[in-house]
């Protein structure tokens, strides 16, 4: 099976603009979640989609937001860039188990915000 | 709200000797608990976890991790270090409530430096 792509891999923007970033999950995987690392505040949850629903939203402003496509792909949008939304930003899909199942991760996109 | 800790943010071992990455985690009720580590410019690859059962998990790569309830310890730990296993590790946990989702609470992260 293939992993979870990410699409692109690198992004440099300017303040102000916006960008969509695009996932796609494993074949068969329903649940999508994203991600935000930095150096500074780590790895932190951004928004979880299973079924084309938001399941779960981190705290995270309203300029982030995210949507789920009938075949599971996801992006995820940010608008107004500004300098503090450089990150890496990572997607991961899992089967929706209740007995815990683990998520699969992809590389990442690295956005940069000039 | 749940927590995870990850008090080193560094350790450094040497080759063929046994690792020991420390994890503590808050949360309410019974948590589902992982290890997932992160080589440079890779996304994170999952290592192993603990959901219920045997408190002596054992994953991928001779990775090995021992959930102790009374400690809120998670503990990651290898016999014999390679040079290759240097890189970050992060625990995560979930809360096992049904609306908690997929959603995971990460560390700080830990970097592991093995020398030869």
């Known amino acids: 099976k293939a992993g979870v792509t990410q699409t692109p891999r690198y992004l440099i923007k300017t303040r102000g603009q916006q960008v969509t970033l695009s996932c796609s999950p494993i074949s068969g995987h329903r649940s999508v979640s994203w991600y935000q690392q930095t150096p500074g505040q780590g790895l932190q949850f951004l928004f979880e989609y299973f079924s084309e629903t938001q399941r779960n939203k981190g705290n995270f402003p309203g300029r982030f937001s995210g949507r789920q496509f009938s075949n599971s792909r996801s992006e995820m949008n940010v608008s107004t860039l500004e300098l503090g939304d450089s990150a890496l930003y990572l997607c991961?899909?899992?089967?929706?188990?209740?007995?815990?199942?683990?998520?699969?991760f992809g590389p990442g996109t690295r956005l940069t915000v000039l | 709200a749940q927590s995870v800790a990850q008090p080193e943010d560094q350790v450094n071992v040497a080759e063929g000797n046994p690792l020991t990455v420390k994890c503590t985690y808050s949360?309410?009720?019974?948590?589902?608990l992982f290890w997932y580590v992160q080589y440079p410019n890779r996304g994170l690859q999952f290592l192993l976890k603990?959901?219920?059962?045997?408190?002596l998990v054992k994953g991928s790569y001779g990775f090995e991790a021992e959930f102790n309830k009374s400690q809120t310890s998670f503990h990651l730990k290898k016999p014999s270090a390679l040079v290759s296993d240097s890189a970050l590790y992060f625990c995560a946990v979930r809360a096992p409530q049904n609306n908690a989702g997929n959603m995971l609470t990460f560390g700080g992260g830990t970097r592991l430096m093995v020398k030869p």
């Open positions: 991961a899909s899992s089967l929706l188990d209740r007995a815990g199942g683990e998520q699969f």
């Open positions: 949360v309410s009720g019974n948590p589902y």
């Open positions: 603990y959901i219920t059962g045997d408190n």
